[in-house]
């Protein structure tokens, strides 16, 4: 079975200070994606990253960075330099090996509050 | 960005009724998805639909649910006899194959709140 946990239910941080959100997968598929999708207040789903399981280079863009480690099975995110803006719900989640179409298995979240 | 547009984006029905949500996903892919997220919880899988028929759904989706393509552009999922435990933020997504990229890209709409009174 396919499994996502996001251990931290909530994190509160002050402006410019980094954050880090875990996630630890689990699956059996040999390939498979990873994903992380913000939600703000208003609540859409805001796609941040895909990676598939092959390509365990990390990854920066801006001060957003992630940190795909196949033997823990985890791919935490990093927020260097905290803003306001940043607050809202992460999402960590997962695909199986499908070819195309495959559903998505999400972590319960992690609410990320940054005060200034 | 082509855009994944659900309508409407609120929705109050009384308990019992029926309800249409509606979804058009983007004009090329092929595969479309309902997903449910109860109020502070996780996103859920629903359904994923291709080729005009479900292709896999969770136990969330029961004989009270049924999704439906019905003019080639819609997507729509319907929600017979409402119960409370059913409002929640419904999100279509849908997905194609990105041949700039090389890979397949998926797409979620803004989501339909629904409230069931």
């Known amino acids: 079975a396919q499994k996502v946990t996001q251990a931290q239910t909530e994190i509160s941080v002050v402006e410019k200070e980094d954050v880090t959100l875990d996630c630890v997968y689990e699956t059996r598929d040999t390939t498979y994606y990873l994903f992380w999708y913000k939600q703000p207040p208003s609540g859409e789903l805001v796609f941040l990253i895909r990676?598939?399981?092959?390509?365990?280079q990390n990854e920066i863009s801006g001060r957003y960075s992630w940190n795909f480690q196949k033997s823990t099975s985890s791919f935490n995110f990093t927020i260097t330099a905290s803003q306001v803006v940043d607050s809202a719900v992460y999402f960590c989640?997962?695909?199986?090996?499908?070819?195309?179409?495959?559903?998505?298995?999400f972590g319960q979240g992690t609410e990320l509050s940054v005060k200034p | 960005e082509p855009e994944v547009t659900q309508t409407p984006s609120h929705q109050v029905t009384q308990m019992g009724q029926e309800v249409i949500l509606r979804c058009v996903p983007i004009s090329n892919h092929l595969y479309f998805y309902w997903y449910r997220q109860i109020l502070g919880q996780k996103v859920e899988f629903l359904v994923s639909f291709y080729n005009n028929e479900i292709s896999e759904k969770s136990e969330i989706f029961d004989d009270q649910f049924s999704v439906e393509r019905p003019d080639g552009s819609n997507f729509t999922l319907k929600i017979r006899s409402t119960k409370l435990e059913d409002s929640a933020m419904y999100f279509c997504a849908s997905s194609g194959w990105d041949r700039g990229r090389g890979r397949e890209k998926l797409f979620f709409g803004s989501g339909t709140q629904l409230s069931v009174l």
């Open positions: 989640a997962l695909r199986g090996d499908y070819n195309q179409g495959g559903k998505l298995i």
């Open positions: 990676r598939n399981s092959f390509d365990e």
